[in-house]
């Protein structure tokens, strides 16, 4: 299997490891790793259900190296958080009624 590429900034990856936003693991290069930075879907997918300041301490350094990283700000975040959540919801509800 050839070495992954970083899942955030895609160079060479330095390690692949357990993202802490979930059940799910990515290739990280040391930059994006010293930096705490994540992938964008993976931190929007692990922030499903939560709403801005309502989310972990750990959390916020992860979000704040992630924003600089993507160029974007916390209110793009936090709007795509929610309509994620909405999403996440609305699937689920489908689901259960059948
Ligand atoms: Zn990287």
Redesign the pocket.
Known sequence: MPWP???????P??MVAASPMGPISL???????D?K?ENWNVLVGGLIGYEKGTEADWVKPIIEATLKFYNKTEDELWAEVKTTTEEYYSTMKGEIEG
């Open positions: 590429n970083c899942d955030i900034c895609e160079k990856a330095f290739a990280y290069c040391e930059e994006c790793l930096a930075r």
